[in-house]
C-alpha cells in the first residue's frame, strides 16, 4: 500500500473533518494529488486536486469555498480540511497520485490510489 487515507468519520450537518492522505514506501513530492468520493449508489466523482507543489488547486463546484486541498511536505501527507459539511458530501473519500506534475480531474491521469475513508454526515 503506498497511499493510506485517514480522518473520516461521523459528523452532523455543519461540522468539519479533516482528512489525511500518508504516503509509504515513496514521496509523492512531485506528483500532483487529489481527493475523490464514492457516495452510495453513484459512482466515484472528482472533489479536490492539486498540482505537485500546492500551487494550483481545483475544485467541483459543489465544495468551493467549503473544502480545503493541502500538501504537509514534512509529513509526507496530502490533507483535505472539510468544513460546513452536508448530508450529501456523504461517501467514502479516497486520495490519489497522479503521473503528472500538473492539477488534473481526470481519474484516468491517477495511477496509485488509497483505500478510502468513509465520511457520514448526519443531517
Known amino acids: 500500500v503506498q497511499l493510506q487515507a485517514s480522518g473520516g468519520g461521523l459528523v452532523q450537518a455543519g461540522g468539519s473533518l479533516r482528512l489525511s492522505c500518508a504516503a509509504s514506501?515513496?514521496?509523492?513530492?512531485?506528483?500532483?494529488m487529489g481527493w475523490f468520493r464514492r457516495a452510495p449508489g453513484k459512482e466515484r466523482e472528482f472533489v479536490a486536486a492539486m498540482n505537485w507543489n500546492g500551487g494550483r488547486t481545483i475544485y467541483t463546484d459543489s465544495v468551493r469555498d467549503r473544502f480545503t486541498i493541502s500538501r504537509d511536505s514534512t509529513k509526507n501527507t496530502v490533507d483535505l480540511q472539510m468544513n460546513d459539511l452536508k448530508a450529501n458530501d456523504t461517501a467514502v473519500y479516497y486520495c490519489?497520485?497522479?503521473?503528472?506534475?500538473?492539477?488534473?480531474?481526470?481519474?484516468?491521469?491517477?495511477?496509485?490510489w488509497g483505500q478510502g475513508t468513509q465520511v457520514t454526515v448526519s443531517s
Open positions: 514506501k515513496r514521496t509523492f513530492s512531485n506528483n500532483g
Open positions: 490519489a497520485a497522479s503521473t503528472t506534475i500538473a492539477v488534473v480531474t481526470s481519474q484516468g491521469s491517477y495511477d496509485y
